[in-house]
């Protein structure tokens, strides 16, 4: 790999000391570095990615590489986390070890994991992506809300509970996981449901083909009442629904493309990441 696109948190990069580091190891290997261009909010700017970059780095966190992905959207560009936070579930590189991945970068093409993502279609034809989940949760009082779960069109269930949770095998481990929900091998093409502290006995997960369609719909309340519920997909964009309304969740075309430089395995990476969390 010749051409090296860095993406970086501020938040956790504030002087760019570490991304300058980077970035002058690269170049000194006779390599091409460029730095991504943020908006005031934090994003990619549309337009800004360079054709010819063959890598994303990303610097920051699990939810810094979430959002790159996200930004990054149809570029399709592989991406690899060096991790500046804490647990660093994605992010595949710690820190003090960013030279040797560089080096293995620099000797030819990695291996990449191409990771499923889903969309979710709602109100007027409104579109969002999400590499771990899409999150329906109750806003305001602290009371259940009901929802009906279709899938292809038929009635699955209703769930009177706090929330409900769809997530994609990368995010299984996530929010999905917190709430009683079963840990998927990252590259399976599945899609789990899993209700938030539902009211009723029967609150187990839902396991889904990748090829099925879902559809969650907000009910009415009790005496009528108009039910308000945020809508958030990986946690960052977030709307609100009301009764009547629904979200149309499937597979997207898109792939979350994470690059793969250590043959840990998946399992032994979430015995030692997630031990004590």
């Known amino acids: 790999m010749d051409c090296f696109y860095i993406i970086t948190n501020k938040l ?21 570095c460029i730095l991504s261009e943020k908006d005031s909010e934090g994003h990619i700017i549309p337009g800004t990615v360079p054709e010819d970059a063959q890598c994303g780095l990303v610097l920051g966190g699990d939810g810094t590489l979430i959002r790159a992905v996200r930004d990054l959207g149809k570029c399709n560009m592989p991406l690899l986390g060096i991790n500046l936070g804490t647990l660093g579930y994605l992010t595949e590189v710690e820190l003090k070890d960013f030279r040797q991945a560089l080096d293995q970068l620099f ?36 009371r259940i809300v009901q929802f009906n779960l279709y899938v292809n069109g038929t009635l699955l269930n209703t769930y009177l509970a706090d929330g409900v ?37 029967n609150t187990s997960s839902v396991v889904l083909s990748a090829d099925d369609m879902i559809e969650v719909e907000v009910c009415e309340g009790r005496y009528g009442r108009q039910e308000q519920v945020s809508l958030c997909f990986d946690g ?15 597979r997207a075309p ?7 430089l250590s043959r840990e395995s998946f399992m032994k990476t979430m015995r030692k990441k997630m031990k004590g969390n």
């Open 165 to 201: 949770i769809i997530s994609t095998p990368t995010g299984s481990t996530g929010y999905n996981l917190s709430a009683g929900g079963p840990v998927v091998e990252p590259t399976a093409r599945i899609i789990v449901i899993t209700p938030i502290c539902s009211h009723a006995l």
């Open 107 to 142: 000797a030819g093409d990695p291996d990449v994991e191409d990771r499923m993502m889903i969309e979710g279609v709602f109100g007027r034809g409104r579109r969002d992506l999400a590499v771990n989940d899409i999150v329906l949760t109750r806003e305001g009082k602290v």
């Open 236 to 250: 960052a964009e977030q709307t609100t629904l009301v009764t009547g309304e629904r979200v149309c969740i499937r």
């Open 254 to 260: 898109e792939t979350a493309r994470l690059i793969k």
């Open 12 to 32: 956790k990069d504030r002087d760019y000391k570490i991304t300058n580091e980077i970035r002058t190891y690269i170049e000194e290997h006779g390599k091409k």
